[in-house]
C-alpha cells in the first residue's frame, strides 16, 4: 500500500503550533539564563562578603598566634634549652607562662628544636593525638626560614585539622647566631565561623590551601571543594561533591590559607523556579492562541499552493517524459507528498537539467578549444622543430668555419639565439597541453629562482623593484630546469605587466604541506598522478599590481584568455604554467583583489632525494669524436643534410635514406659496418616508429635513436621497447653526438 502523506492544512497549522511553542521554550531557557547569572552573581556578592568576615577573624588569629610564638622564641629558658643547659620543668613553666589563653584551641604543643631538628624540649596541653610535625620535615629539607616566622599547610590528625606555627630562636635579637626553632601546633578552630554557616543557611564553609589537598569545614577534615581558579573570584559549577552551585574563595592576609564559601543551586535558584512555575500557564495559552491563527491562514493559503501544484506537475511530467539525461535520485523521491515538495521536487528537477546541460556545453566547448590548441601544438611542434633544425645547426656550422671575433660570427649568434627562443616558444605552447618535452632531474629550485632572477632584472622595467626570499633546507624536486625557469619568468612577467606604474615583486620559496592549501583562492585541478608526500617545495610570486576582480580569477588559467590589449599578450602565459606544473604533479593557488596585487603559489612535489648543493648532476663534457657507420633516415632533405654534415664533422660516416624501405634494404645488405641507426619519427609510408620496430626484431643488438619535434612522452608511449633513446628537434651538435654516444654504449635513457 503506498505511504500516504499529510497535506499543507494539516502540516502548516502543526508548522505554526511547533514554532510557538519553540519560542516560548526559547524565551524561557534565555530568560531564565539571563536571571540565573543575576541571582548566582548576587549570591556571590553576598558569599565574597561573608567570606571577608571570616577571613579577617582567622587573620586575627593568625596574628595573635604569630606573636606568641615569637614571645616564645624571645625567652632565655628556650635558648637555655636548646643549648641543654636548662631543667626541663623550668622551661615547661616559662614555656607556660607565654602560651596566650586561646579560646579556639584546647590542644596545643609546643616543640623546642635545634638546627639539627632534634627536639630538646616538648610540652603537650590537652587531650589527644596530633599529627607529626611538618616542620621537623622541613627543618630536615632546609625549607624553613632563619629569620621570619613560618606557617605550614593544614595537617590532620585523626581526622581534626591542625596548623603549626615556626619561629627562629636566635642567640640574640637582631637575628644573630641561629640557635633553632620553637615550633606551635594547634588544633584549628575559627573564631565567627558558626556566625557565617547560619548567613550562608545550607551552604557549605571550608578552610584549606588551593595548592595542598587537606580541607577541613572547621570541625573535621573533609573532602575538597571543586578546581578553585584563582581566589577573590566567584566561580559557578555545574558539578561538584555537593552538586551545582556558586563559590568564592578568599584569601587569608599574611598565609597561604583560604576560605571557601560555596551555596547550592537549589537555594540561589528558588526565587527563579517560582518565576518559571508561574510562567508555564501563560506560554500554553500563547501556543494555543497560535495553533488556532495557523489553521485560520492555512486555509486561505493553501488554496493558491495546490492549483500552482498542479500546473507544476504537469510541467515536470513533461520534463521527464522527454528528458532522459540523468537526475539525482531524490528528485522523485518526494513524489505523492505535500504540496511544497511537490513543487521543491519539480523546480530541482528542471534546474538540474538547465545545470546539466550547461555543464555539457561548457565541457564540450572547452574539449573542443582543447583539442584544436593540441593539434596546432603537434603541427607546429614537428614543422617547425624541423626548421629550427635546419636554421640553428647550419649557423653552428657556419660558424665553426669562421673567426670568432669577426662580424659574421657575431651574426650567426643573432640566428642562433633566435633559434633557441624560437625553440622556446614551441614549448610553451606545448606545456598548456601538458604535451611538452621533459628531461627531469632533481632539482634545487632556490638555484633556478638565482639563476632566473638576474635574467628578470635585465628583462623588467626599472621600476619594478625585485626582492627575493629564499627558504632552508628546501626538498629538491624532480622537474626539467627549463620548466622551473618558464614558470618563473611568465609568473614574473605577467606580474610586471600587472605593474605599469612600477611596484614590487617578491619571490620567495619554502616548504610547505598541501593540506595548508589556502581556501580563499583558486587552485588548479589535481592530476591523477599517484603523490608520494604532502609535504612540497612552495614557489610564491607576489605583485602589488593592480589585482584582479572574481570574475577574472575564475579563468586566469583558461588557455587564450587574457585582459591585455590586442597584440599585447597571448593567452597562453598562464595557462602554459598551469600545464607545466600539473604536469609535475602539484598544483596551483592564486589569490587577488582590484588594487591588492596578485599572488601566485607553485605546489611541487619534493623528490626522494634532498639537493645538498650545486652539483647535483656529474658535470657534462662534450662527446669525443666519433667513430662508424650510421644509418640515417630523414625523408625532410634540409634536416637530413644538415645532420649529415653534423656527423662528419665529427667522425662518423653517414649512410643515408629518405624512407623506411629503403633504410631496410641498405640494412639488409651493409648491416656489418654500421653501428647505429638515426631515424625521424614522422615519415611517409612507414613512420618512425614502425621502422624502429623492424629493427628490433631483426637486428636487436643494434642501437636506434628516434628524432622527432613532437614530445618525448607521445613518442615514447607508443615504443614497446624500453631502450628506445630520443632526440628532441630543434638539437645541437653536443646534444645529437651525445645522443649517439649514449645509444651505443648501452646507457639506459632518461624517463619523465
Known amino acids: 500500500m503506498a505511504r500516504r502523506w499529510l497535506s499543507l492544512d494539516i502540516k502548516f497549522p502543526g508548522l505554526m503550533t511547533g514554532i510557538a511553542l519553540l519560542v516560548g521554550v526559547i524565551f524561557m531557557w534565555s530568560a531564565r539564563g539571563e536571571f540565573a547569572g543575576i541571582l548566582r552573581e548576587a549570591s556571590g556578592t553576598r558569599l565574597a562578603s561573608s567570606g571577608t568576615m571570616l577571613a579577617n577573624a582567622v587573620q586575627a588569629g593568625v596574628v595573635s598566634a604569630r606573636s606568641e610564638v615569637l614571645q616564645l622564641a624571645a625567652l632565655p629558658e628556650v635558648r637555655y634549652a636548646i643549648a641543654g643547659r636548662e631543667d626541663s620543668t623550668r622551661v615547661a613553666r616559662a614555656i607556660r607562662a607565654g602560651l596566650a589563653t586561646r579560646a579556639d584551641s584546647t590542644l596545643v604543643r609546643v616543640l623546642v628544636v635545634d638546627t639539627a631538628a632534634r627536639v630538646r624540649h616538648a610540652l603537650q596541653l590537652g587531650e589527644g593525638d596530633l599529627a607529626p610535625s611538618w616542620a621537623l620535615e622541613a627543618l630536615r629539607r632546609g625549607e624553613l626560614s632563619p629569620v621570619n616566622p613560618t606557617f605550614s599547610p593544614l595537617l590532620s590528625a585523626n581526622g581534626r585539622p591542625q596548623a603549626e606555627y615556626v619561629a627562629p630562636v636566635h642567640s640574640a635579637p637582631g637575628g644573630e647566631s641561629l640557635l633553632g626553632y620553637v615550633v606551635i601546633t594547634r588544633a584549628i578552630r575559627g573564631q565567627g565561623a558558626d556566625q557565617i554557616r547560619q548567613l550562608i543557611g545550607n551552604g557549605t564553609l571550608l578552610f ?8 577541613t569545614d572547621l ?9 578553585i581558579a584563582r581566589a577573590d573570584s566567584i566561580l559557578a559549577f555545574a558539578e561538584s561533591p555537593r552538586g551545582p552551585g556558586v563559590g568564592i574563595a578568599t584569601s587569608v592576609r599574611g598565609t597561604p590559607w583560604v576560605i571557601w564559601l560555596q551555596v547550592p543551586d537549589s537555594t540561589v535558584l528558588a526565587p527563579l523556579n517560582g518565576f518559571q512555575r508561574r510562567m508555564t500557564p501563560i506560554l500554553l495559552v500563547v501556543v494555543a492562541v497560535g495553533a488556532a491563527l495557523a489553521w485560520s491562514i492555512s486555509r486561505r493559503i493553501t488554496g493558491r499552493i495546490t492549483a500552482l501544484t498542479a500546473r507544476v506537475d504537469e510541467m515536470a511530467a513533461d520534463v521527464r517524459g522527454h528528458e532522459p539525461a540523468p537526475t539525482s535520485p531524490r528528485l522523485f523521491a518526494r513524489e505523492g507528498r505535500d504540496e511544497v515538495d511537490r513543487l521543491e521536487s519539480a523546480f530541482e528537477l528542471m534546474a538540474e537539467r538547465t545545470q546539466h546541460q550547461q555543464q555539457l556545453e561548457a565541457e564540450l566547448q572547452q574539449a573542443q578549444k582543447l583539442e584544436a590548441v593540441g593539434r596546432l601544438a603537434g603541427g607546429i ?4 622543430n624541423n626548421v629550427l633544425t635546419v636554421v640553428g645547426n647550419f649557423a653552428e656550422i657556419i660558424q665553426q668555419d669562421v673567426a670568432p671575433d669577426s662580424a659574421t660570427s657575431r651574426d650567426l649568434d643573432q640566428i642562433r639565439q633566435a633559434t633557441n627562443r624560437a625553440s622556446r616558444l614551441t614549448r610553451q605552447l606545448l606545456a598548456f597541453s601538458r604535451r611538452q618535452i621533459l628531461q627531469p632531474q632533481p632539482l634545487d629550485v632556490n638555484e633556478r629562482v638565482q639563476s632566473v632572477t638576474g635574467l628578470l632584472e635585465r628583462l623588467l622595467p626599472a621600476h619594478v623593484n625585485i626582492s627575493t626570499e629564499l627558504g632552508e633546507e628546501l626538498s629538491a624536486v624532480m622537474a626539467d630546469p627549463v620548466q622551473i625557469e618558464q614558470v618563473l619568468l611568465n609568473l614574473a612577467v605577467n606580474a610586471s605587466d600587472a605593474m605599469p606604474n612600477g611596484g614590487r615583486l617578491t619571490i620567495r620559496t619554502l616548504m610547505a604541506d598541501l593540506d595548508d592549501l589556502p581556501s580563499d583562492g583558486v587552485t ?3 592530476t591523477g598522478q599517484q603523490i608520494v608526500s604532502r609535504r612540497h617545495v612552495c614557489l610564491v610570486v607576489k ?10 580569477l575564475q579563468r586566469v588559467f583558461e588557455p587564450f584568455f587574457t585582459t591585455k590589449p590586442m597584440g599585447k599578450g597571448t593567452g597562453l602565459g598562464l595557462a602554459s604554467v598551469h600545464g607545466t606544473v600539473a604536469q609535475l604533479g602539484g598544483r596551483v593557488w592564486v589569490y587577488s583583489e582590484p588594487g591588492k596585487g596578485t599572488t601566485f603559489k607553485v605546489f611541487l612535489p619534493q623528490a626522494d632525494e634532498r639537493v645538498v648543493g650545486a652539483d647535483l648532476l656529474p658535470a657534462s663534457h662534450p662527446p669525443a669524436l666519433g667513430s662508424g657507420t650510421v644509418l640515417l633516415v630523414e625523408d625532410e632533405p634540409g634536416t637530413r643534410e644538415v645532420t649529415r654534415r653534423l656527423l662528419e664533422r665529427h667522425g662518423y660516416v653517414v649512410i643515408e635514406a629518405n624512407t623506411a624501405d629503403a633504410a631496410l634494404d641498405l640494412l639488409a645488405s651493409q648491416r656489418q659496418q654500421m653501428c647505429a641507426v638515426l631515424t625521424d619519427v614522422m615519415m611517409p609510408g612507414m613512420n618512425g616508429m614502425a621502422f624502429a620496430r623492424h629493427v628490433w626484431e631483426r637486428w636487436p643488438e643494434l642501437p636506434v635513436v628516434l628524432m622527432s619535434g613532437y614530445s618525448d612522452t607521445e613518442v615514447l608511449d607508443e615504443a614497446d621497447a624500453p631502450h628506445v633513446h630520443f632526440l628532441e628537434k630543434p638539437f645541437t651538435s653536443a646534444t645529437l653526438l651525445q645522443a649517439l654516444a649514449d645509444a651505443r654504449s648501452g646507457i639506459e635513457p632518461l624517463r619523465p
Request: hydrophobic share 30%.
Open 381 to 384: 611542434a614537428h614543422d617547425f
Open 219 to 227: 570541625d573535621s577534615v573533609v573532602d575538597g571543594p571543586p578546581p
Open 543 to 552: 605583485d602589488s599590481g593592480v589585482g584582479m576582480d572574481r570574475d577574472t
Open 208 to 215: 584549606g590551601q588551593i595548592d595542598a589537598g587537606i580541607w
Open 524 to 526: 588548479t585541478p589535481a
